[in-house]
């Protein structure tokens, strides 16, 4: 019998990463932004649960991930811990929303625009997004499959986007690129 795959849970203002079997799944995503991140290369998965937009500027280092410079930042250190390289890095956004509804001022979307840019000058452009509207969102990306999926509210599950490689090392149809982008 195989083993169940790990579950590592990503809290608000934390970054995680793992290589193989693992999950990385983040929940009660309101104005915050999931950053979910995978090499299909190296099949490492990396996720950021960002809180602010830009960068911290304190100096309790406790405080700097939930920023989306410094999130950023130390999840792609993480991530080449394990193997992954930056050039070949693939991000998904889910989040953003303004959960406490209209007429509320949210950080969400402003979130979501500095992560944009920041992720731009790295030369990485979301692949897939699940962004802004009014309702709470979780997310999970199945390291080994590279497969990313969300929910909205209480409905059910769906994928966003999914890597595919076809054979070892060789490109998808699709004119040389290792993935394919699926919306659910």
């Given amino acids: 019998m195989k083993d169940p ?11 995680k990463a793992c290589r193989g079997d693992g999950i990385l799944q983040a ?6 932004v999931a950053v979910a991140a995978y090499d299909p290369d190296s099949a490492v998965g990396g996720m950021a649960h960002v809180m602010l937009p830009g960068e911290s500027r ?11 410079r410094d999130a950023v930042e130390e999840m792609m250190r993480a991530m080449s811990n394990l193997g992954a390289m930056e050039a070949r890095v693939h991000v998904c956004l889910i989040g953003g929303g303004n959960v406490l509804g209209d007429g509320h001022d949210s950080p969400g979307l402003g979130i979501v625009r500095s992560l944009t840019e920041i992720l731009g000058g790295k030369g ?7 962004v802004g509207g009014t309702q709470r969102r979780s997310c999970a990306l199945y390291v080994a499959r ?3 999926t969300y929910t909205v509210g209480d409905l059910e599950q769906r994928t ?5 490689v076809c054979g070892l090392g060789s490109a998808d149809e699709g004119g040389g690129s290792l993935l394919k982008e699926v919306i659910a």
Avoid: H
């Fill in 27 to 32: 929940s009660s995503i309101g104005s915050c």
């Fill in 160 to 164: 966003l986007w999914e890597a595919k």
């Fill in 5 to 15: 795959l790990q579950e590592i849970f990503v809290n608000s203002g934390e970054v």
């Fill in 124 to 130: 990485i452009t979301p692949v897939a997004m699940e």
């Fill in 58 to 68: 304190g100096p309790d280092p406790s405080v700097k991930t939930k920023y989306a």
């Fill in 146 to 148: 590279g497969r990313v």
